[in-house]
Nanobody
Framework: QVQLVESGGGLVQAGGSLRLSCAAS????????MGWFRQGPGKEREIVAA????????HYADSVKGRFTISRDNAKNTVYLQMNSLKPEDTAVYYC?????????????????WGQGTQVTVSS
């Protein structure tokens, strides 16, 4: 089993920044890709960013490219999402998930463990 716990969410003004963390425990995740997803009010869950197990390859949703950065520290079993220039439309519950493959993927069906989520609210 793998447990994923997100932290770092909160309320921030538009243009501000937040850094989300996702700590993994249980079975190691160093050979697995990781992803961040979000689900806004009345919206479907969508991929935000994904990172390969080496950290070399990343993918981003078009809506966050140039503003968000995904990274990981395998020694600490932690994945991060640095969010800059936040917009009200970024308001959502953010989830981290472990991929069942080593390669970064944007397809949510390849993610097998999910955290409980952390709320991010961006005020205008």
């Amino acid at each position: 089993q793998v447990q994923l716990v997100e932290s770092g969410g909160g309320l921030v003004q538009a243009g501000g920044s937040l850094r989300l963390s996702c700590a993994a425990s249980g079975r190691t995740f160093s050979m697995n890709s990781m992803g961040w997803f979000r689900q806004g009010p009345g919206k479907e869950r969508e991929i935000v960013a994904a990172i390969s197990w080496t950290g070399v390859t990343t993918h981003y949703a078009d809506s966050v490219k140039g503003r968000f950065t995904i990274s990981r520290d395998n020694a600490k079993n932690t994945v991060y999402l640095q969010m800059n220039s936040l917009k009200p439309e970024d308001t959502a519950v953010y989830y981290c998930a472990r991929g069942s493959t080593a390669l970064a993927r944007i397809d949510s069906t390849v993610y097998d463990y999910w955290g409980q989520g952390t709320q991010v609210t961006v005020s205008s």
